[in-house]
């Protein structure tokens, strides 16, 4: 529970992940994600972790997108389509918000599960069917 122990889970999943990483987040999702973790995906991304973030389509996500351009490939979506946060990393770990941005963040609340069955065959493909409809940011 609290925004920081959602952080702190994500910098430890960021660090050990080897293959990938694939984000839904809000706009101020993505803001918080370069602003908190943006040298950690770098680093990972460096090592070879193929780093995917699918977002609403706002100003604010195309220049966040600029800025991690050769960390991670950004896409956006019809800006109503996806109000969440979840992240799944080498389709094993899935830290999934389940309340919105707007919450205090104190009171934010994050489930996370090591499940390869969660990530890889149920939202994984999840995933993958918004990344095909989004656009490049």
Sequence with gaps: KGRAQLHTQLETLFRDARNSISIITTPQGLQELHSVH????????????????????????????????????????????????????????????????????????????QSSHVAKDVLSPIFNMLWQNAESA
């Design 38 to 113: 943006g040298d950690l995906l770098k680093k990972a991304a460096n090592k070879g972790v193929k780093i995917r973030i699918a977002t609403s389509n706002t100003k604010e996500v195309s220049q966040i997108a600029q800025r991690l351009r050769g960390v991670a490939d950004v896409r956006r979506f019809n800006k109503n389509a996806v109000a969440g946060r979840m992240c799944l990393v080498d389709e094993s770990h899935v830290v999934l918000a389940l309340t919105d941005d707007k919450t205090h963040p104190t009171q934010d609340l994050a489930l996370w599960t």
